[in-house]
């Protein structure tokens, strides 16, 4: 009787594990596959042979897919870290040394203009430009904007703040006024803006208690925002009541039914629905006495076994905000100007914040994540516009970071490149090599140390 109660649960798991999964893998597969495309069409379109097209890598010739049409091969490989194209006649990943010892062939890479070459190579991040570009204003058109005005917010008791909001000197109930001198129209999306974020210095005027005040948060914000939460920073105080409840779950053996609300979780207010959550995981693996309001206003304190995860196993219906949503629809002109400079500064921001952990500013540790936590952003329930939203987000930093001029990197070749535009002379083949190995073995210290980063934060290390 126990395993089938626990069952709808574990089955859940599993179909959010799958998703999260799922999810992961499209979005590298799109981005991968377009990012490569990119080289693809460049080369072909200056008679450059190429002589594979993979996504993912088919580390020690293990391939899961495969075919040739022309004189291309196309496949998949079993690795899920990246993807390439195999350009003839050029110092690439294959490190094809028989190939560059041959006279030059006049469809090969190394026989055509270094300008030629360098479009080549700037092929793949364009199109990841393109394509974050793209999906961010086909948001923007397709969805609008849709969010409570900071007003009405202010108007019915002020942000609800996080654990993490409170760490840096916010409070339940703070009405926020200004950020950076600018007035606040939608808080959640100014609040989270790369360009407030990644601001030198960043000021909050609030009023709390009826009394104006300033605050300013700490530089490294974006460690912080970094951090895995359930818990939005700031939100409204949005409240719920019980919409269903899982069979067998904690919630349904307390005797929680739909339509009741839980007012308080050990003698602590949990009217507002992200109080309530933080408030069943500082009770996980505990029993807590909850007060549950029922639908006729009677009243009920029941004991409820919290689960270790932190929750009670029940759907919310949240409410108190639902009529004070204000949606702006965009035209494509309005979309495309939005979307673009969005996209930009989304850019903008990455790139500082790259800058900061080179110069030791921010941990790499607490500001970077690997495929782990790529794959828990997406979650574990496909939603289309937090897909898009994140592949979009990917896209960019995907191309940001192809251009670094790192050898193994389109911007290590991009570097060589302008090096040979430069001084008419081009770099030794030899020197293209070692810097391959050098890129190469550099890449994957990274791959190993983001894959190190999530495991670590799975495990609170």
Do not use: C
């Amino acid at each position: 009787m126990r395993m089938r109660l626990a069952w709808p649960i574990f089955a859940d798991s599993i179909m959010g594990t799958f998703t999260t999964i799922a999810q992961l893998l499209t979005g590298l597969a799109i981005l991968i596959t377009l990012h490569e495309l990119g080289h693809y069409l460049a080369a072909r379109a200056f008679g450059i042979r190429v002589e594979k097209f993979y996504l993912f890598f088919d580390a020690w010739g293990f391939k899961l897919f495969k075919f040739k049409k022309g004189d291309t091969e196309y496949g998949i490989g079993w690795l899920p870290l990246g993807g390439y194209v195999k350009i003839a006649g050029m110092v690439d990943e294959s490190l094809d040394k028989d190939q560059m010892k041959k006279a030059p062939e006049p469809w090969e890479f190394r026989s055509k203009p270094a300008w030629q070459r360098l479009i080549v190579m700037i092929g793949g991040v364009t199109v990841n430009l393109i394509l974050g570009i793209g999906i961010a204003v086909a948001m923007l058109y397709a969805y609008g904007e849709k969010y409570v005005p900071n007003e009405v917010i202010n108007s019915k008791g002020g942000i609800y703040a996080s654990p993490e909001a409170r760490q840096v000197g916010l409070m339940h109930g703070d009405k926020i006024l200004k950020l950076n001198g600018k007035p606040v129209e939608n808080l959640l999306r100014e609040m989270s803006d790369p360009d407030f974020i990644m601001a030198g210095k960043k000021e909050i005027l609030l009023n709390r208690n009826g009394k104006d005040t300033t605050i300013l948060l700490p530089e490294h914000m974006e460690e912080i925002l970094g951090k895995k939460s359930e818990l939005p920073f700031v939100y409204w105080p949005v409240q719920f009541k019980v919409k269903s409840v899982v069979g067998g779950s904690a919630a349904d053996k307390a005797g929680i039914k739909a339509g009741d609300m839980i007012a308080e979780v050990n003698g602590k207010n949990s009217q507002v629905f992200y109080t309530l959550k933080e408030l069943l995981m500082d009770a996980k693996g505990k029993t807590a006495t909850l007060t549950v309001v029922t639908p006729s206003n009677g009243t009920k304190k029941v004991d409820a076994a919290i689960g270790e995860d932190g929750t009670l196993g029940f759907q919310p219906e949240l409410f108190g905000f639902e009529k004070d949503e204000k949606k702006i629809s965009y035209g494509f002109g309005e979309s495309l100007s939005k979307g673009v400079s969005g996209s930009f500064s989304q850019l903008g921001a990455t790139a500082r914040g790259l800058g900061k952990v080179v110069t030791g500013k921010v941990s790499a540790k607490k500001s970077i994540s690997g495929p782990i936590g790529i794959a828990q952003a997406y979650g574990p329930k496909w939603n289309w516009f937090n897909f898009w939203t994140l592949t979009s987000m990917l896209s960019l930093v995907l191309a940001l970071m192809n251009i670094l001029p790192i050898p193994a990197l389109d911007g290590g070749h991009v570097m060589f490149l302008l090096w040979e535009i430069v001084t008419g002379r081009p770099v030794n083949e030899k020197v293209l090599y070692v810097g391959q190995i050098i890129g190469m073995v550099l890449l994957l210290a990274l791959i190993v140390f983001t894959f190190w980063v999530d495991i670590a934060k799975l495990l609170h290390l």
